[in-house]
């Protein structure tokens, strides 16, 4: 009954910068969390940005200071800026929602990093 659509993904050359965007929709009657993750082949999917108790932010030491995590009640979204990318922020990257006690996820975009 609930669907996250991601968008925002693509091509960037080093020192780029991307915005992504993700949108739920369906039953919603409150949202109580929002994060992003990403996950580079080969490696773990990991936490990169995410609102914590109070509206306060919570970042990954590696996109401190370049990434910025921030959010529409209005319109149930969230949005993850990217500045100053590097080759090595090149994942897919995944939104999720808590939404009604459960955990929600996009499908992933694709954000590729060139040297």
């Known amino acids: 009954q609930v669907q996250l659509v991601e968008s925002g993904g693509g091509l960037v050359q080093a020192g780029g910068s991307l915005r992504l965007s993700c949108t739920a929709s369906?039953?919603?009657?409150?949202?109580?969390?929002m994060a992003w993750y990403r996950q580079a082949p080969g490696k773990q999917r990991e936490l990169v940005a995410q609102?914590?108790?109070?509206?306060?932010?919570n970042y990954a030491d590696s996109v401190k200071g370049r990434f910025t995590i921030s959010r529409d009640n209005a319109k149930n979204t969230v949005y993850l800026q990217m500045n100053s990318l590097k080759p090595e922020d090149t994942a897919v990257y995944y939104c999720?929602?808590?939404?009604?006690?459960?955990?929600?996820w996009g499908q992933g975009t694709q954000v590729t990093v060139s040297s």
């Open positions: 369906g039953n919603i009657f409150s949202v109580t969390a």
């Open positions: 999720g929602m808590g939404i009604i006690g459960r955990d929600y």
């Open positions: 609102f914590v108790s109070g509206g306060k932010t």
